[in-house]
């Protein structure tokens, strides 16, 4: 019965000794740098600084585009401000149709009265 028992033994232990070199030899192909899962965490953590620095970098365009697009809006507020302030004071300015005089038509001349014999047309007609 112990020999049954010691060859039970040795198998069990010649099993575990496989299953240490099977897991043994997975787990250096994972945590390997170029091809395994450590080489993809490593890629991982390259790309996450990466992006940490252009996330800096944008934040800080961004709040320097702010800043530009402040100014300007100020200054189109400004402007603003005068054309408001020039149209109120055209207002107070006279219409031109008021200033302007009704201007005397020219007589025909006796030379035109001539013409408009010879051709019996009107002067400034239509032909």
């Given amino acids: 019965m112990t020999l049954i028992a010691d060859i039970f033994l040795a198998a069990g232990a010649l099993g575990a000794a496989i299953y240490c070199l099977v897991l043994s030899r997975r787990l250096a192909r994972f945590s390997d740098l170029e091809k395994g899962m450590g080489g993809a965490i490593a890629v991982l953590?390259?790309?996450?600084?990466?992006m940490t620095k252009a996330l800096a970098?944008?934040?800080?365009?961004?709040?320097?585009?702010?800043?530009?697009?402040?100014?300007?809006?100020?200054?189109?507020?400004?402007?603003?401000?005068?054309?408001?302030?020039?149209?109120?004071?055209?207002?107070?300015?006279?219409?031109?149709?008021?200033?302007?005089?009704?201007?005397?038509?020219p007589q025909p001349a006796a030379e035109d009265a001539a013409i408009q014999w010879r051709t019996r047309r009107p002067v400034g007609g239509a032909l």
């Fill in 45 to 50: 953590s390259v790309q996450v600084d990466d």
């Fill in 57 to 105: 970098k944008a934040q800080g365009t961004a709040s320097t585009a702010q800043s530009d697009l402040d100014a300007v809006a100020a200054r189109a507020e400004a402007a603003a401000q005068r054309l408001e302030l020039l149209l109120a004071s055209m207002h107070d300015l006279p219409t031109p149709a008021a200033e302007a005089k009704p201007q005397p038509q």
